[in-house]
């Protein structure tokens, strides 16, 4: 089956720095979307990519749908103390299941 | 956007009884899923609810043990039959629309 490989696994930074996460697949992808996941909550969508080379930014948050369509990443800019949580990539096969697969998650921690 | 609620959205259970999980969604969709989330892990798909028919299951997940429900495209339940303490998990209904995919808050299941 798909594999999403996240990375990093948990990050540590300083409030108003930048971060960076990515995933990568062994499989091709039609879309790919962005969750964030807070402390008993259900993930929400950040961000959803439709196409190859799309770049889409949602406030201090900017995502990349890879060209190879085997890779996307997520940046945050100026991170503030609630951007604290586990960010989840998933990226979507075409055709009628069009069944989600997750990636392994970011754990965010942000430092005051 | 659709916008889903879980309900109960905790419990405590003792083993060997079962637990039947309501999903509702606010807006007629094309597809709803059920989702088990282990502490500190990513989302495994349980199984897809088809209105009016059977669930299809992922590998590792029988009728049995999880049946589900979707009478209508707004509403979906789910069972986790038997339960024994290896079913203490976070179970999350998902829906897709024409779009996207979202999550409900999730449904917190503890098995004593």
């Known amino acids: 089956g798909q594999q999403l490989n996240q990375s990093p696994q948990s990050m540590f930074i300083q409030e108003g720095e930048d971060v960076s996460m990515n995933c990568t697949s062994s499989?091709?992808?039609?879309?790919w979307l962005w969750y964030k996941q807070d402390p008993g909550e259900g993930p929400v969508l950040l961000i959803a990519?439709?196409?190859?080379?799309e770049l889409t930014s949602n406030g201090r948050l900017t995502a990349q749908f890879g060209i190879t369509r085997k890779d996307s990443f997520l940046n945050i800019s100026a991170s503030i103390p609630s951007d604290v949580g586990i960010y989840f990539c998933?990226?979507?096969?075409?055709?009628?299941?069009?069944?989600?697969?997750f990636g392994s998650g970011t754990q965010l921690t942000v430092l005051p | 956007s659709a916008v889903i609620s879980q309900k109960p959205s905790r419990d405590i259970c003792q083993r060997g009884t079962s637990l039947t999980i309501q999903c509702q969604v606010d807006?007629?969709?094309?597809?709803m899923f059920w989702y088990r989330q282990q502490p500190g892990q990513s989302l495994t798909l349980i199984a897809t609810?088809?209105?009016?028919?059977?669930?299809?299951?992922e590998s590792g997940f029988v009728i049995d043990k999880f049946p589900i429900s979707r009478p209508n495209l707004t509403f979906s339940t789910l069972t986790v039959s038997n339960m024994s303490p290896e079913d203490s998990s976070i179970y999350l209904c998902?829906?897709?629309?024409?779009?996207?995919?979202?999550f409900g808050p999730g449904t917190r299941l503890l098995v004593l």
């Open positions: 998902s829906a897709r629309d024409q779009e996207t995919q979202y």
């Open positions: 807006s007629q969709v094309t597809m």
């Open positions: 990519l439709y196409k190859a080379g």
């Open positions: 998933a990226g979507q096969l075409g055709g009628s299941a069009r069944q989600l697969t």
């Open positions: 499989s091709i992808f039609n879309t």
């Open positions: 609810a088809n209105q009016g028919s059977e669930a299809t299951y």
